[in-house]
C-alpha cells in the first residue's frame, strides 16, 4: 500500500472514530502530513488538554502520551509504538528524584516534559524547552533543582538569579552534536543564520544566533525571508519549517540530528492502532493524580 493509499485510509478512519492525531516535530514528514496537529511539547499538551476528540492517536514518545492521558482522563490515548522511548527521560529515576529533594529540601523541583509520570508526580512543576525561563522565574523558591536535562538547565540559568542544581540527564541526539561540528558546517555556509535547541552542548549554544525550541524556531523563521539557516535539532524539524517559511533555505547542522526513537512511528503503524485502538497509554491514579497537578501547574504559569 502506497502511503498515500495509507494516510487517505488513516484520515478516514480517524473521521469515522472522532480522533485526532496529533505529531511532534521530530515525527516522519509523512507522519507530520497526515497529522491534525503537529507541534512542540506545550503546544500538543494543551491540545490533549482542550480537544473534542474520543481518541488522541499520540505519534510522540511514551512520556508525551502520558501526559495527554492525564491531561485528558476520559480519552482514549494511543501511541502507535509502545516502545518510542526517551534516553533523557530514562535518565530520571523516581528514587534518585526522592533522595535529592530530601538533600535539598529548600529547593523547588521543576522538571522538563521529557520526563516518566512517576518522575513528574515527585516535581512540584513541569517545563519545556519553550517555557523553561518563564517557568522558573514564576514558580516560588529561589534554588531550583532542575530536571533532567543539564544543557536546557545551563541555558535556564544565564537569564535567571535563581539557583539552578541541574540533573545530569541529557538527549542523546543532542549532546553528541559538538562545537567543532557546527564550526565545520558554518564554514561550508558562510553567513548562513544559526539556531539551535537549548538541549544542545553549552559550547554549541554559544556560536549560534538563536538559541530556540522548536515552536521558537516555527516563529523565528517566518519573520526572515530568503535567509539561509543552519537547523541544530533533530531532522524532522525540516519539514515544519519548510511549511511555514519555505523561502528560507535550512541546512541541517549534522548528520547525527536523528532520534531513532522519533522515527519509531511509521502510517501502517498510525494505521493498526485505529483499527484496533491500541496501545493505550496510561498512569496508575496514585502516580496521575500527583503528575498532573506538575502538568496542570505548568500551563497556569505559562498563561
Known amino acids: 500500500m ?3 493509499q495509507l494516510a487517505a485510509q488513516i484520515k478516514e478512519l480517524a473521521r469515522e472514530k472522532n480522533a485526532i492525531i496529533l505529531a511532534h516535530n ?3 514528514d509523512e507522519v507530520q502530513a497526515i497529522a491534525h496537529h503537529t507541534g512542540d511539547s506545550l503546544e500538543l499538551a494543551r491540545i490533549a488538554a482542550s480537544n473534542n476528540a474520543n481518541i488522541i492517536v499520540f505519534c510522540g514518545v511514551h512520556f508525551m502520551a502520558e501526559s495527554a492521558s492525564m491531561l485528558a482522563p476520559m480519552k482514549k490515548v494511543l501511541l502507535p509504538d509502545p516502545d518510542a522511548g526517551c534516553p533523557m527521560a530514562d535518565m530520571a529515576e523516581p528514587a534518585d528524584l526522592a533522595a535529592m529533594r530530601a538533600e535539598r529540601p529548600d529547593a523547588t523541583v521543576v522538571t522538563y ?3 516518566s509520570a512517576a518522575v513528574k ?3 512540584d512543576v513541569c517545563c519545556t524547552s519553550a517555557n523553561a525561563q518563564l517557568i522558573v522565574d514564576r514558580v516560588e523558591g529561589d534554588k531550583i533543582i532542575f530536571v533532567p536535562d543539564k544543557n536546557l538547565g545551563s541555558w535556564v540559568q544565564r537569564f535567571t538569579k535563581k539557583e539552578i542544581i541541574p540533573w545530569k540527564g541529557f538527549c542523546p ?3 553528541k552534536f559538538s ?3 557546527l564550526a565545520a558546517v558554518k ?3 558562510p553567513g548562513a543564520l544559526v539556531m539551535v535547541h537549548p538541549e544542545c552542548r553549552p559550547e554549541v549554544a554559544d556560536m549560534a544566533d538563536q538559541v530556540l525550541s522548536t515552536g521558537g524556531m516555527v516563529k523565528f523563521v517566518q519573520t526572515v525571508h ?3 539557516i543552519i537547523v541544530g535539532t533533530e531532522t524532522g524539524m525540516l519539514y515544519k519549517l519548510k511549511s511555514v517559511a519555505p523561502d528560507n533555505e535550512y541546512i541541517l547542522a549534522g548528520k547525527s540530528f536523528i532520534c531513532p526513537n522519533m522515527k519509531k512511528i511509521t502510517l501502517p503503524k498510525i494505521l493498526r492502532a485505529l483499527e484496533t485502538e491500541t496501545p493505550v497509554i496510561t498512569v496508575p491514579a496514585y502516580i496521575a493524580e500527583k503528575a498532573v497537578r506538575c502538568l496542570e501547574r505548568m500551563l497556569e504559569l505559562s498563561r
Open 173 to 175: 541526539t543532542h549532546e
Open 226 to 228: 530568503g535567509k539561509k
Open 179 to 181: 562545537a567543532e561540528d
Open 187 to 189: 564554514r561550508e555556509h
Open 26 to 28: 521530530y515525527q516522519r
Open 2 to 4: 502506497t502511503d498515500e
Open 121 to 123: 508526580a515527585l516535581s
Open 113 to 115: 516534559i521529557n520526563s
